[in-house]
């Protein structure tokens, strides 16, 4: 299903296929985050129904409320939705990185290093 055609669901279908995921949250402002999210794009698994949600549209504004993160906290960071999960940081970006090709979903197993450790760097 295209974006195009999530738009044209009732409010209630889109908010909980966002929250099922894959979905990646975004600023849509920041250049390293648009272009991040366009290698994302032209990476990812031909099997993967990823969405993306960016941060200041209102189905992502009620999303993050039932989450308790307000817009200004998740503009620090990429956030990631799957089944019912939110991630943020460099959680979220590992977890997003299982949706891509190889060798990008490789990258994943980078979640075994300590995220006190992961979040430094």
Known sequence: MTSKDLRKLPEEER???????????????????????RFVNDHVRPDADVKYMWTNHPDTLKILE???????????????????????????????????????????????VPEAIREFV
């Open 15 to 37: 908010l909980t296929l966002a929250v099922q995921g894959p979905t990646f949250i975004f600023d849509g402002v920041c250049n390293l985050c648009n272009t991040a999210l």
């Open 66 to 112: 039932k989450y308790d993160v307000d817009e200004e906290d998740i503009n620090k960071s990429w956030g990631y939705l799957k089944n019912g999960q939110l991630y943020r940081g460099s959680t979220a970006w590992l977890m997003g990185l299982r949706e891509l090709c190889a060798p990008w979903c490789w990258g994943y197993y980078l979640i075994y």
